[in-house]
T-cell receptor, first 113, second 114 residues
């Protein structure tokens, strides 16, 4: 059974710091991995999608890496801003036959001005 | 363009009543998913539609839960004889190219069963 773990559960940093969020999964046979952010009381916003054949994806100040063999992904946020404060969720898809995503519990990030 | 929309945004119902939750996916997206998020817990997959068929219903928690989809458009999630443990935020997502695609989520429906 696929399990997704995110560490740390919560993180507080001063504005301007670079930071790394971690995601690990127990079954390396994934089809893709997606990072989301969730703001309180709102739905999820997709940040980055990494296919299993890819090693990393970049969007602006965000960079996500994938090491499928070790069951790990990291989300790197450069020059953090207060607007980055949110819960960040990692999710993996197992198969091309179903889009079922299995989510981690998330990392709640607070960036202090 | 318009994103995924869901209605109602909030629903309060009495235990034992039936509820219907609606999802309008992004136009042209062939795949549609339902998830739920109970308070303090992670997101749980419920069901996946490709077009109007459901290849994966493995996450539906009981036979009180059902869903249907009209073509590649609107989907309705129905919960019969609601129980307090059904209280959660129900999230819908769609993707353009089926199971391999990036999923885009709606704002969710917050269901409270009293």
């Amino acid at each position: 059974k696929q399990e997704v773990t995110q560490i740390p559960a919560a993180l507080s940093v001063p504005e301007g710091e670079n930071l790394v969020l971690n995601c690990s999964f127990t079954d390396s046979a994934i089809y893709n991995l997606q990072w989301f952010r969730q703001d309180p009381g709102k739905g999820l916003t997709s940040l980055l999608l990494i296919q299993s054949s890819q090693r990393e994806q970049t969007s602006g100040r965000l960079n996500a890496s994938l090491d499928k063999s070790s069951g790990r992904s990291t989300l790197y946020i450069a020059a953090s801003q207060p607007g980055d404060s949110a819960t960040y969720l990692c999710a993996v898809s197992r198969s091309s036959n179903t889009g079922k995503l299995i989510f981690g519990q998330g990392t709640t990030l607070q960036v202090k001005p | 363009g318009a994103g995924v929309s869901q209605s109602p945004s909030n629903k309060v119902t009495e235990k034992g009543k039936d509820v219907e939750l609606r999802c309008d996916p992004i136009s042209g997206h062939t795949a549609l998913y339902w998830y739920r998020q109970r308070l303090g817990q992670g997101l749980e997959f419920l069901i996946y539609f490709q077009g109007n068929s459901a290849p994966d219903k493995s996450g539906l928690p009981s036979d009180r839960f059902s869903a249907e989809r009209t073509g590649e458009s609107v989907s309705t999630l129905t919960i019969q004889r609601t129980q307090q443990e059904d209280s959660a935020v129900y999230l819908c997502a769609s993707s353009l190219v089926g199971a391999s695609g990036e999923q885009y989520f709606g704002p969710g429906t917050r269901l409270t069963v009293t």
